[in-house]
């Protein structure tokens, strides 16, 4: 269950409350409605009082300030939903905000009081935060905020959708009931706003419920009904004999009326008939189309005010979304009766088996016509007996299949195109960069690329051309039997021959659009269409990424790159980078290839990197990597980058004085150099420091040390819960230890102390239920023989929890892991 915080309008002085919560969000307060909430905040037990109009205010000079910094205050996507929000915030009958996080505080067993307090400190800094931005007109100001989001930027949170520029914070039910409410008087009924004015004397005898999109009710007067706006305003008289709620229509709301029992669609603005009353009954077949019933037959309407179908049928027209037509039911046979939206008539197919292809359509072939049919919008044939259709989306040149050759029909220009050439195989792709209506061809002069809509060849067929191959980013290779050409749309074919031209990395355009392969060389080309060669210091970049090309790009990088270290020489990565050197220095230690990485990090050490001659200490110095163990020159590799103030080294400078490996044992030394790896900023070796402390080894145990070493530790990001846990547990500082424990997100280690504290009542109140849950949360991560012993005990003999199937549960758990059970 999501754990809630929920917004009120409210009266102090009177202790009214609006009729229902304005939102209702998770865990905390929405970025873009701080400033909203946060003015001359108060907390009240468990709930947070602030003054609305003054956070209206606030409100608005933060929105302002985001309009300003994005370019909105004309944007009708902006303006709109924000209009509107503030509308209904001012509209609000009370002067106070409240909101209410109990259902959060629940999460924790820390005292509501106590989170509410944290909280309220919370709000109010945050609330600074935003006053020095808008202050400063500088939104830069609440990066800080914004990165614990996962948002990029306010314009995201702004335009994500059901955020709505703010307005989707706020529950639609609340922004009805602030415009209006329905009230009683004398037996009728009337509007009246938020603050109780009279938007609409009591008058009707009665008034429906509003729809939820237009705010639009039905009203009654006598026997007759009409229609009503929330701001008061009578739409439509009371005239009709029954009217039903309104639904939408391309931007304006239509209801169904009736006149002399006969149906008909009211255009409730303009009061007007849009499908005449005259039907027995009416259904929305599809948006825009309502199919109608007279006399025991069926046709369909138009929003456009015309009958498109007569009203012939003897079942109801229903509407192929997929197909884009109506169709009626044949009884005795699986066959239907098809028309486009414009009424014309298509023939008569079996379910499934025509679909929409540009502006014509196209019959399957089926158990009824083994081959294929491409029709168009007026039903009449184009072509028949046709084996197969290529329909690209959003081309409106289509090609098909007959007798073997490919034939290419332009819908637009409702003809065949290209009548004279024999077209064996036919390819295109659509939305990634190229031109609409293009086709790569194979036709018995050779391969070619042809633009349908201009009927010219971009690339006329030619025999050398044997392959012609799409690209990312609107690009192709040509390829000829002495090598590749690169076409776009804009520049054409190349006059530059290349070995290979393959795709970029993973198609990441900043990495380059395309990779080039001319000899020796690899090229990559930017955004600006330029060709660069890459310098062979970014080879290992590349290779490092190489798994991001596919296929045949990928087997011709690793050829290119194989070729050229083979070329180069022994160590040929130390003309690369440094950074891309330590990676596969890295990848291969990650590998186990530890001879490898040793070569590798060898070379990033000779550009200098300490990094690199730290890695090669750690190496030399393992005891595990026996083929490599050589303590006294991974002393040298350490001693070197200490020299240079390198906190890791002198980190590992002192695990060796204190292991006793390369040097002699000495504990003092030990301490010294984590000391100075330390203040050089080292994590982990204020928890080494720490460690000596906690355990006690070589040194006297002082908890107090080690505490201070883990909580340094855990501020440069360093955590050792479970350590700080058992410290504050044999300090006897409980309420520091509850605050551990709930850092243990996986319950790896608090189950135990939590078993031990309710059962004893150590800073909190005694509770053995909770004991006995956590003693066995407990022995769900590890086993522990106080858990278990305790567990057997109280499953055994207490007279409340004793439960024979359990105990003998636990006995078998002490049994296995050799406790003791008597």
Request: hydrophobic share 35%.
């Amino acid at each position: 269950m999501a754990h809630r915080i929920y917004l009120y309008n409210y009266d102090q002085k009177t202790n009214q409350t609006f009729d229902t919560y304005l939102g209702e969000w998770n865990y905390e307060i929405p970025l873009l409605l701080y400033p909203l909430l946060a003015e001359d905040i108060k907390m009240e037990g468990v709930e947070f009082f602030s003054d609305k109009n003054q956070g209206i205010v606030q409100l608005r000079y933060f929105f302002n300030m985001l309009a300003d910094t994005y370019q909105l205050h004309y944007k009708k996507a902006y303006y709109e939903p924000v209009n509107k929000m503030f509308g209904f915030l001012e509209a609000l009958p009370y002067d106070t905000f409240v909101l209410n996080a109990t259902d959060v505080f629940n999460m924790n067993e820390e005292k509501h009081k106590v989170q509410a307090k944290e909280w309220l400190v919370e709000i109010q800094q945050k609330s600074n935060l935003y006053k020095k931005a808008v202050k400063a007109q500088n939104l830069s100001l609440l990066d800080s905020l914004l990165l614990q989001t996962g948002y990029s930027s306010f314009l995201e949170i702004l335009q994500t959708d059901w955020i709505n520029y703010g307005l989707g914070y706020f529950e639609e039910l609340a922004c009805k009931k602030a415009e209006s409410t329905v009230f009683e008087e004398n037996g009728k009924f009337g509007l009246k706003d938020a603050k109780g004015a009279i938007l609409t004397p009591a008058l009707y005898d009665d008034i429906f419920e509003a729809d939820d999109h237009y705010n639009i009710s039905v009203i009654q007067k006598g026997s007759l009904f009409g229609y009503l706006q929330s701001d008061g305003k009578e739409l439509v008289s009371p005239v009709y004999e029954d009217v039903f709620d309104v639904f939408d229509f391309e931007q304006e709301p239509l209801g169904e009326v009736k006149v002399n029992g006969k149906s008909g669609i009211l255009k409730i603005y303009s009061n007007t008939l849009l499908v005449p009353a005259e039907y027995d009954a009416l259904e929305r077949t599809a948006y825009g189309f309502f199919g109608v019933e007279k006399d025991g037959k069926f046709g369909v309407y138009s929003g456009e005010n015309e009958l498109i179908i007569p009203v012939e049928s003897e079942t109801p027209y229903e509407y192929d979304y997929f197909s884009e037509l109506f169709f009626t039911k044949q009884k005795g046979t699986g066959k239907r009766k098809y028309y486009t939206k414009e009424g014309n008539y298509l023939g008569e197919f079996i379910e499934g088996s025509i679909s929409k292809a540009s502006t014509c359509f196209w019959v399957k072939p089926n158990k009824f016509d083994k081959k294929g049919r491409l029709i168009d919008e007026k039903g009449h044939l184009i072509i028949d007996e046709a084996d197969q259709l290529i329909l690209i989306e959003n081309f409106e040149t289509l090609a098909v299949r007959k007798d073997k050759i490919w034939k290419i029909y332009h819908a637009l220009k409702h003809r065949f195109l290209l009548e004279n050439e024999s077209i064996s195989k036919v390819r295109a792709e659509s939305n990634r960069g190229y031109n609409n209506n293009v086709f790569i061809m194979e036709t018995n002069t050779g391969s070619g690329l042809f633009d349908a809509d201009n009927e010219s060849w971009l690339i006329a067929p030619q025999p050398e051309v044997r392959k012609i191959h799409y690209l990312e980013n609107g690009f192709l290779s040509v390829q000829k039997n002495e090598g590749y050409q690169l076409f776009d749309f804009e520049n054409g074919l190349s006059a530059q021959l290349y070995d290979y031209i393959s795709n970029p990395l993973n198609y990441r355009t900043e990495e380059g659009m395309l990779f080039l392969y001319q000899g020796e060389s690899m090229f990559r080309m930017h955004e600006d269409k330029k060709i660069h060669r890459v310098e062979v210091s970014e080879y290992g970049t590349v290779y490092l990424d190489r798994y991001s090309f596919r296929g045949k790009d990928l087997e011709y990088f690793i050829s290119f790159y194989n070729r050229w270290k083979s070329q180069t020489g022994k160590n040929a990565e130390q003309f690369m980078e440094v950074g891309a050197v330590k990676k596969m220095a890295f990848d291969a230690k990650e590998n186990q290839n530890y001879h490898e990485a040793l070569r590798l990090f060898e070379l990033s050490a000779q550009k200098g990197d300490m990094d690199s001659l730290v890695e090669i200490g750690l190496l030399l110095t393992d005891p595990e990597i026996e083929s490599l163990f050589d303590p006294q020159k991974g002393i040298i590799c350490y001693e070197k980058a200490a020299q240079r103030n390198h906190a890791v080294a002198w980190n590992n400078i002192g695990a060796l004085y204190q292991n006793g490996i390369g040097y002699s044992f000495n504990i003092k030394k030990a301490i010294e150099a984590y000391e100075k790896s330390a203040e050089l900023g080292d994590e982990m070796a204020l928890v080494n420091l720490g460690d000596l402390y906690y355990f006690g080894q070589h040194v006297r145990q002082d908890y107090n040390k080690a505490l201070d070493f883990y909580q340094k530790a855990e501020k440069k990001y360093a955590y050792n819960y479970d350590k700080i846990s058992e410290i504050y547990y044999q300090l006897r500082d409980y309420k520091n230890l509850l605050v551990y424990l709930k850092k243990d997100y996986d319950q790896s280690y608090s189950g135990i102390y939590y078993g031990i504290i309710y059962e004893h009542g150590m800073g909190v109140k005694t509770d053995l239920k909770k004991a006995i849950n956590y003693f066995e949360q407990a022995n769900t991560y590890s086993t522990y023989e106080y858990a278990t012993q305790r567990l057997m005990y109280y499953y055994g003999e207490d007279p409340v929890f004793k439960n024979e199937k359990k105990y003998l549960k636990w006995r078998a758990f002490a049994e296995k892991h050799g406790f003791e059970t008597g």
